[in-house]
């Protein structure tokens, strides 16, 4: 076998690796569409994706590559995963998308008859429970509010004050000063 064969042997199995690489990120792809992820967990997930292609495109570059790691192997594995990714990627993302919204659509019938008996029970439960909580809530805030209004009232609380003598002692300079008097 000549060196130009063997070159082009070399490039088409980098080529299909990045075939089953690209496969392999639509499971990635998969989890996230099932379980919407916080950006920097999509980070994280892509950086080990990315180390795991790299040991991978290394492990091969060994054993197809003779020990010579060349930038066209690179190249050729991008061109393997965007061919992929353009052509069945699409497909198989098309049709994951359609099973899993059908299959969320099938658990929320089934979920929503199932457990429709045990939400009617619980929220009367629930109502049961919580009227002393909303009674004692209701007490309070009537004792509270009637506190409240008692102090109003009180002659002793600075703002009821009705003597001005404070604002007329006040001195306007670079910052304001004045006398505080015990409030009688």
Same mark, same amino acid.
């Given at each position: ?11 088409? +199995?980098? *080529?299909? +690796?990045?075939?089953? #690489? ?16 916080? *950006?920097? /967990?999509? $980070? ?8 795991? +292609?790299?040991?991978? #495109?290394?492990?091969? @570059? ?9 930038? *066209?192997?690179?190249? *050729? ?11 069945? $990627? ?33 929220? @009367? ?27 109003? %009232? ?9 003597? %001005? ?17 015990? /409030?009688?």
């Amino acid at each position: 076998m000549n060196v130009e064969t063997s070159l082009i042997w070399q490039l088409a +199995c980098f *080529s299909v +690796c990045g075939i089953f #690489l690209g496969a392999g990120y639509e499971v990635l792809r998969v989890l996230r569409t099932v379980i919407p992820h916080h *950006s920097f /967990i999509v $980070g994280v997930e892509d950086t080990f994706y990315l180390a795991l +292609c790299g040991l991978v #495109l290394f492990g091969l @570059s060994m054993e197809i590559g003779n020990g010579i790691f060349r930038a *066209s192997y690179l190249f *050729s594995a991008a061109v393997g995963a965007i061919v992929y990714f353009l052509t069945v $990627g699409r497909l198989v993302k098309l049709v994951y998308t359609m099973v899993i919204k059908t299959a969320i659509k099938i658990v929320k019938i089934v979920f929503g008859k199932l457990l429709k008996p045990v939400f009617k029970v619980f929220v @009367s439960f629930a109502h049961k429970i919580a009227f002393p909580f909303v009674h004692f809530y209701k007490i309070m805030n009537n004792k509270i509010k009637r506190a409240e209004a008692a102090l109003k %009232k009180h002659r002793r609380i600075l703002y009821n004050n009705d003597n %001005k003598l404070e604002r007329d002692e006040v001195v306007n300079v670079s910052r304001i000063e004045g006398k505080i008097r015990k /409030i009688q």
